[in-house]
């Protein structure tokens, strides 16, 4: 089993950065994807970007397209997400995801994952 643990949530004002990393541990060898998701009170989890962890192809939604970048670092078994000129509209508390096999459902759907982290709060002010 795999273990998440994210780090690197806080507040900052719009048009400022972020990092946010995930922690693994545990059987990270046989990891297939792994995820960043957002989510806010009474909505859904949103999906905001993915990384197929043996070939390092990632692929983004269109909300964060462009100023969000998600990349991993094997040695350390991290994963990360930078995130850049924020908006108010970023505000969630941000989970990180992993799944072992490819699913019916895409990599930017919650169904797709099988362990989440216990998430990190972004608050970003106007």
């Known amino acids: 089993q795999v273990h998440l643990v994210e780090s690197g949530g806080g507040s900052v004002q719009a048009g400022g950065s972020l990092r946010l990393s995930c922690a693994a541990s545990g059987n990270t060898y046989s990891t297939f994807r792994m995820g960043w998701f957002r989510q806010v009170p009474g909505k859904e989890r949103e999906g905001l970007a993915f990384?197929?962890?043996?070939?390092?192809?990632?692929y983004y939604a269109d909300s964060v397209k462009g100023r969000f970048t998600i990349s991993q670092e094997n040695a350390k078994n991290t994963l990360y997400l930078e995130m850049n000129t924020l908006k108010p509209e970023d505000t969630a508390t941000y989970y990180c995801?992993?799944?072992?096999?490819?699913?019916?459902?895409?990599?930017?759907?919650?169904?797709?994952?099988?362990?989440w982290g216990q998430g990190t709060q972004v608050t970003v002010s106007s």
């Open positions: 995801a992993a799944a072992w096999s490819p699913t019916a459902a895409g990599g930017l759907s919650a169904s797709a994952y099988r362990v």
């Open positions: 990384i197929y962890s043996k070939v390092g192809n990632t």
